[in-house]
């Protein structure tokens, strides 16, 4: 009950999100956020040793379902810094076409973001902040390509993380939240015929586990 002459209080005096649609925007944004500030810390490090070049950022959905992670970049992804420019790329949105995927739903990353000469030097602490990069998107699914890039989730400190098999193709479950699904390298699979029926092999099985999502 308001006495008489006095103006209602507003049903949500602090803009809180009040509907499912305005919270996840809030979310959206956050996220945005978070990984802006993500990539500017990237671009400023210096801890490992790739001279005046910068490092290959991700690209993609901030809140993607699917978190496509490979090991280090090419030259075409070094000359635009972005992961999975070029070749690799073009395949991958080929495939998730064909599997009818929606390619907003989708993140793409490296575990080795500096354009060393040899991956091997980039540094820990450096490739180890993956694991802020995945926490900020939220993935429902990681996409490894290869075994490299398997070799660094398997040291990566993430909570109640499990081991994954290298076996292509099968669904896992990498934390209590995140499914975890072993590919070969997209980049190795690019020219030889049996080496593209191999990973495809492997990448479709990401087809039935998106057609099996449950509806937000």
């Given at each position: 009950?308001?006495?008489?002459?006095?103006?209602?209080?507003?049903?949500?005096?602090?803009?809180?999100?009040?509907?499912?649609?305005?919270?996840?925007?809030?979310?959206?944004?956050?996220?945005?956020?978070?990984?802006?500030?993500?990539?500017?810390?990237?671009?400023?490090?210096?801890?490992?040793?790739?001279?005046?070049?910068?490092?290959?950022?991700?690209?993609?959905?901030?809140?993607?379902?699917?978190?496509?992670?490979?090991?280090?970049?090419?030259?075409?992804?070094?000359?635009?810094g972005v992961?999975?420019?070029?070749?690799?790329?073009?395949?991958?949105?080929?495939?998730?076409?064909?599997?009818?995927?929606?390619?907003?739903?989708?993140?793409?990353?490296?575990?080795?973001?500096?354009?060393?000469?040899?991956?091997?030097?980039?540094?820990?602490?450096?490739?180890?902040?993956?694991?802020?990069?995945?926490?900020?998107?939220?993935?429902?699914?990681?996409?490894?390509?290869?075994?490299?890039?398997?070799?660094?989730?398997?040291?990566?400190?993430?909570?109640?993380?499990?081991?994954?098999?290298?076996?292509?193709?099968?669904?896992?479950?990498?934390?209590?939240?995140?499914?975890g699904l072993?590919?070969?390298?997209?980049?190795?699979?690019?020219?030889?015929?049996?080496?593209?029926?191999?990973?495809?092999?492997?990448?479709?099985?990401?087809?039935?586990w998106w057609?099996?999502?449950?509806?937000?």
């Open positions: 009950m308001h006495s008489q002459g006095q103006a209602p209080e507003p049903s949500n005096p602090r803009g809180v999100p009040a509907t499912d649609d305005e919270i996840r925007e809030k979310y959206l944004e956050r996220a945005i956020r978070e990984l802006n500030t993500f990539a500017r810390e990237v671009q400023a490090c210096r801890d490992c040793p790739r001279g005046q070049l910068m490092p290959v950022l991700g690209s993609g959905h901030p809140q993607a379902d699917i978190f496509l992670l490979k090991y280090s970049a090419r030259p075409s992804e070094v000359e635009e992961a999975f420019y070029g070749r690799a790329g073009n395949a991958l949105m080929k495939s998730l076409k064909r599997l009818s995927i929606d390619p907003l739903a989708v993140y793409g990353t490296l575990c080795v973001k500096c354009p060393v000469a040899d991956p091997a030097m980039a540094d820990p602490g450096c490739v180890g902040r993956l694991v802020e990069e995945m926490a900020i998107v939220s993935p429902k699914i990681v996409v490894v390509m290869g075994a490299e890039a398997l070799g660094v989730l398997g040291e990566l400190d993430l909570p109640l993380r499990r081991e994954l098999s290298p076996t292509y193709g099968e669904l896992q479950r990498l934390t209590p939240s995140i499914d072993y590919v070969p390298n997209i980049d190795e699979a690019l020219d030889e015929d049996h080496a593209k029926r191999e990973f495809w092999a492997a990448f479709r099985v990401l087809g039935q057609a099996d999502l449950p509806p937000y």
